[in-house]
């Protein structure tokens, strides 16, 4: 089946950058969504379409597309970006979701 | 404004089936489509299926399409998902998930929690 790879933790310091890949085959076909999510909570989208950046998200998110891989960045990194983040997509023929295991964001 | 907003919490037996409500608002019901997810406790999401809440259709997560049912109320707006023969392996945070046509991105439901203990 059809999987995202993502790295199962990032840590940096805060105003650093942190950079969160998410590989697959299919992503040169399909578009990625990045989403935010803390303890107890829903997830909530941070990035759509690989690049696009919802209102009400700082602008210190971003996205981009290279291949098989994307990454979301988060520029200048803040103690409340601790999180979980999970990158989603679909097959190639858009008929299955699929998440990446996630990447716990460590905030130093 | 798109709202989801799910059915409370419940709590089965091993062997029974649950079935969770989302209903939709703020925007047409019948021109996207529905999906479902899960979380257990300290895990990852996994996509379960989605119906097309105009004709009813359905496609469904390979773990999931034994055990599994989705349906839409189009009257009330309403998606169901429907589990069955449920383990303490199915205790989790069920999600619903939605992007009308023209929106760029999914809203998610405050999501339903099922516990299954005996």
């Known amino acids: 089946s059809y999987e995202l790879t993502q790295p199962p933790s990032v840590s940096v310091s805060p105003g650093q950058t942190a950079s969160i890949t998410c590989s697959g085959d299919?992503?040169?076909?399909?578009?990625v969504y990045w989403y935010q999510q803390k303890p107890g909570q829903a997830p909530v989208v941070m990035i759509y379409?690989?690049?696009e950046r919802p209102s009400g998200i700082p602008e210190r998110f971003s996205g981009s597309s290279s291949g098989t891989t994307v990454t979301l960045t988060i520029s200048g990194v803040q103690a409340e970006d601790e999180a979980d983040y999970y990158c989603q997509s679909a097959d190639s023929r858009g008929s299955y979701w699929v998440f990446g295991g996630g990447t716990k964001l460590t905030v130093l | 404004q798109v709202h989801l907003v799910q059915s409370a919490a419940e709590v089965k037996n091993p062997g029974a089936s649950v079935k969770v409500a989302c209903k939709a608002s703020?925007?047409?019901?019948?021109?996207?489509?529905m999906h479902w997810i899960r979380q257990a406790p300290g895990q990852g999401l996994e996509w379960m299926g989605w119906i097309n809440s105009e004709s009813g259709g359905t496609t469904y997560a390979h773990n999931f399409q034994a055990r599994v049912t989705m349906t839409r109320d189009t009257c009330s707006s309403t998606a169901h998902m429907e589990l069955r023969g449920l383990t303490s392996d199915d205790t989790a945070t069920y999600y619903c998930a939605t992007k009308p046509a023209g929106e760029g991105y999914f809203d998610w439901g405050q999501g339903t929690l099922v516990t299954v203990s005996s």
């Open positions: 299919a992503l040169p076909k399909q578009y």
């Open positions: 703020g925007y047409t019901f019948t021109a996207s489509h």
């Open positions: 379409k690989d690049t």
